[in-house]
């Protein structure tokens, strides 16, 4: 009987319980999708730049994170189904249920609820990271090996995991229901009057505030100055500033605009600071947590996305040429027909022993294109000049050769530097060239227009000049292309990372928030029912829901937008520019948080605005 | 004619749509509140107040028949209208207060001018005005929890009223409330009313609460049953006929 009655009343409140389950699915599934990483190490080493050991504690402290994040949030969801159910049990209680069976039956509840998200998460988080996995590698021209989207070590930590936070929950449920007395379940949505802080030492705390943020953001900056201190001390300084601004700045702000007669004495704007000045009370610590989980996932999404700019710019700077054409035959011909050359030059050489011979005129007709890197003072990443060489700078001496000879011998080799040539380079005149013995043979360098664009041409002619003269092997493996599958490889892993890991904060920090803000709706629905009793037009208390979870979404949204902005300093030591497209990541980032915003509102205006009936 | 606040006719409440089950609330009312009356409804658990006083209010629509406030058909009110109307005619003080606990009590009593957008240099003097009224002066900074319940609803009335609607709606009003504060509260209501024509109309069950009016209907099984009028009889007397009738009309 109880337990139809309850499931009863679980029908009524179906969109509430799809939400919370909902959420607990996509926990699931992204804690499963990051296990699926994580604990794969074959991944790890073939797709980071970093050693595999070293991935390997950048994961597990990911996970870590991951792990706290989701226990709270599955804190907050679970709080939302308390507060959903807690009047409804209260009222069984009152009816003579034995408090031991409604404890039960809670237990069971969420229990079930959450199993069920967990393996139904589970599931969808197995077909996604195959599908998000692949997106990723169309997307951006990654290349992923090793990928296995079923993992069984995931699926078990996962599920293990789960099951543990669940029965954690249920018991607090299920005990928390049972010691609360039954006038206290039925009538929570009382909120007392809070006590007010003296002015004096909240202005002192919202000063402490801004100034420990300041001193953070100080940190990160002079990080040359500081060394690694500065990450530590940066660290400290903004958590502890993110709680005091928002434990003191922002309510001081509510005050003076409370204050404000002529501004808050409008339509409804008392009524929605009264509520925000509460909200933000009792959301403290948790809104200086969201403040730096924000800045910590837009950062990690905006340095994925910074690592791969660099990638296209670095790959620009691996050589001077993007092909060089070490053989011929009619089908490589027909391949580089294709390219869209934009400059292309050739030269003649001739090898006798251990000796190999260029001609000075070929070069002074077309001298070469070079790389120049300055000498940098500071920290941060430079990339080097493209530059040409002047046709007076190849002269024939018997010293050691200059820099654009040297440069000669190095970008038109046939042995690689690197494999320990031992060719010795020599320039000569036409007539000398003409002179030597043996077979003249010739090497073509090609710029074509975009690198990127003829990737994949490129490759085909690599290939077709590797199966027909595997003599140039060396050279070939080093080439431009080579290099460039190389260096895309070792930063897939590091985009992939932060792509996924700053999706996934930010998927539960908002949800975290939303469901904290959810929690409180049903205690609102008495002070929005007398709103309307008052003559508040419909569009009024929408609008005043809209603005008071627009503010509650908005500052530490605000916040961690700034930490992101002075945090992204650190990485001028990892990134060429790490401000460089920082708007695509923002835009990305800001769409998903607002239509978390947007899904909130939704659900609460569902759960707070009373429905005129308009039958008739 | 142009003395009526309230009137009502043939009104039928029928709760259930579609093929939900149908159960008619109220199935013929009739009457009418003159200008400056204080009328009472009482009637059994059940028989109807509170949804009367809904549609009465705008907060529900009636299934069939008139109902007019002020000359105004409601039945022709829609969405904002109905809004704005319970806004600018109507004052309501329920059995629980219904206060906004994070409000004081002058913002409390500030809110339905703020929501009718009247300058916010306008609103103070009204709130202290008619705080004066109801001897509520000297609470207007403390939040509801510090307030007793007789005070709570001094400020409930004070905010029914601040705006100055056509007519007060009370629903149970000294429900919550102790003896000696219910008096207060009805001496109150019963001063405004001969002293600032507000008219009022008074649900509840309690006869004591029902003397202070100047008439009364009893609503039985969803329709008018019958009425009672003090006259120029003292409190006393009229209270003694509100239990002989409620005897028999109960029976
Ligand atoms: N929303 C509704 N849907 C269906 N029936 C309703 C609804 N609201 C009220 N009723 C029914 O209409 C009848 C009248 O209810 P109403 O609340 O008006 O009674 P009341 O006279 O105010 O009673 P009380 O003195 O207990 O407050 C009751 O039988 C009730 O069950
Ligand atoms: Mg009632």
Redesign the pocket.
């Known amino acids: 009987m109880l337990r139809k009655l309850a499931f009863s009343s679980i029908k009524s409140r179906l969109k509430d319980y799809v939400v919370l389950f909902s959420g607990l699915v996509v926990a699931a599934a992204t804690f499963y999708m990051f296990m699926a990483l994580a604990t794969n190490q074959d991944f790890l080493g073939k797709n980071s730049m970093l050693s595999a050991n070293n991935t390997m504690f950048i994961f597990i402290f990911g996970a870590i994170l991951l792990a706290i994040i989701t226990f709270f949030y599955l804190i907050y969801a679970n709080s939302f189904l308390l507060t959903m159910r807690q009047r409804e049990y209260g009222m069984f209680m009152m009816l003579g249920a034995k408090t031991g069976k409604i404890g039960q039956l809670i237990f069971m509840e969420t229990f079930l609820l959450g199993m069920g998200a967990t393996l139904i998460g589970e599931i969808i988080g197995i077909g996604l990271t195959q599908v998000v996995a692949r997106l990723l590698v169309q997307q951006m021209g990654l290349t992923l090996q090793h990928f296995n989207s079923f993992y069984w070590p995931a699926f078990l930590i996962t599920l293990a995991f789960f099951l543990a936070l669940f029965i954690f929950a249920a018991i607090w449920n299920s005990h928390k229901l049972m010691k609360t007395p039954v006038l206290k379940l039925l009538h929570s949505a009382e909120q007392p009057a809070r006590a007010q802080a003296q002015p004096i030492w909240l202005a002192v705390q919202a000063l402490l505030g801004v100034a420990l943020l300041a001193a953070g953001y100080w940190s990160m900056i002079n990080i040359a100055l500081l060394q690694l201190l500065a990450i530590p001390f940066a660290l400290v300084t903004i958590v502890l500033g993110s709680f005091f601004t928002f434990n003191a700045t922002f309510i001081w702000l509510l005050r003076l605009m409370k204050k404000r007669r002529s501004f808050s004495l409008r339509g409804i704007r008392n009524f929605t600071l009264s509520q925000l000045n509460f909200r933000i009370h009792d959301y403290t610590r948790m809104l200086a947590m969201i403040s730096i989980l924000f800045a910590l996932a837009l950062g990690a999404i905006t340095v994925g996305l910074g690592f791969r700019n660099d990638l296209s710019v670095l790959i620009d700077s691996f050589d001077a040429y993007d092909v060089k054409l070490y053989t011929h035959s009619a089908k490589i011909d027909a391949k580089v027909a294709k390219l869209d050359i934009k400059e292309q030059a050739t030269y003649s050489y001739k090898v006798k022993g251990n000796q190999i011979y260029y001609r000075q005129d070929q070069l002074q007709d077309q001298p070469l294109y070079y790389f120049h890197y300055q000498r940098s003072g500071g920290i941060s990443m430079q990339m080097p000049q493209r530059r040409r060489f002047a046709a007076k700078d190849y002269q024939i001496s018997r010293d050691e050769p200059n820099g654009a000879v040297q440069n000669a011998y190095n970008q038109l080799g046939i042995k690689s530097i690197y494999g320990g040539s031992n060719l010795t380079g020599h320039l000569v005149t036409a007539a000398e060239f003409a002179r030597l013995p043996g077979k003249t043979s010739q090497l073509t360098l090609i710029r074509v227009q975009d690198f990127a664009a003829a990737r994949q041409k490129i490759a085909k002619i690599e290939q077709a000049q590797l199966a027909a003269a595997p003599e140039f092997s060396e050279v070939l493996e080093n080439s431009k292309y080579a290099n460039a599958q190389m260096g895309t490889a070792m930063y897939s892993g590091m985009i992939f990372m932060g792509l996924f890991l700053g999706l996934s904060f930010l998927a539960m920090l908002a949800s975290c928030l939303m469901f904290k803000i959810l929690s409180g709706a049903y205690s609102d629905v008495k002070r929005y029912d007398m709103l309307n009793k008052m003559g508040a037009r419909t569009s009024v208390l929408k609008a005043s829901v809209a603005k008071e979870i627009g503010v509650l979404y908005a500052l530490p949204g605000l916040l961690g937008i700034i930490h992101v902005l002075f945090g992204l300093q650190l990485f001028k030591l990892l990134l060429l520019n790490p401000y460089r497209g920082i708007w695509l990541p923002f835009l990305i980032f800001l769409l998903l948080y607002g239509l978390y915003y947007w899904l909130t509102v939704t659900l609460y205006r569902g759960i707070v605005i009373p429905k005129v009936?308009i039958d008739k | 004619m142009t003395n009526e606040v309230v009137k009502v006719q043939h009104l039928v409440?029928t709760?259930?749509k579609g093929n939900e089950k149908k159960?008619t609330?109220?199935k013929d009312i009739n009457f009418t509140v003159e200008n400056g009356e204080f009328v009472g409804i009482m009637?059994?658990?059940?028989?109807?107040?509170?949804?009367?006083?809904?549609i009465l209010s705008t907060l529900?629509k009636p299934t069939s028949g008139e109902v007019r406030i002020n000359q105004q058909d409601l039945t022709q009110l829609k969405g904002n209208q109905m809004a704005d109307f319970r806004g600018h005619e109507i004052g309501f003080i329920f059995q629980d207060f219904n206060l906004l606990e994070n409000l004081t009590a002058a913002e409390n009593i500030a809110l339905p001018l703020s929501l009718q957008g009247v300058a916010p240099k306008q609103i103070q003097p009204l709130v202290m005005k008619i705080a004066k009224r109801l001897s509520i002066e000297s609470v207007l900074d403390h939040y509801p929890t510090e307030l007793s319940g007789g005070q709570k609803q001094r400020v409930a009335a004070a905010r029914a009223l601040v705006h100055q609607p056509t007519i007060l709606f009370g629903?149970?009003p000294t429900g919550a409330l102790d003896s000696n504060s219910a008096r207060e509260l009805l001496e109150t209501m019963s001063s405004l009313n001969r002293n600032d024509q507000v008219s009022i109309l008074l649900?509840t069950?309690d006869p004591f609460s029902a003397s202070y009016c100047q008439r009364i209907l009893f609503?039985k099984d969803?329709e008018i049953g019958s009425e009672l009028r003090r006259g120029e009889r003292d409190r006393a007397a009229f209270y003694q006929e509100i239990l002989d009738n409620l005897g028999t009309f109960t029976e």
């Open positions: 009936e | 409440k709760y259930g159960f609330a109220l009637g059994a658990s059940g028989s109807g107040k509170t949804t009367l006083l809904n529900d629903d149970e649900v069950h609503i969803g």
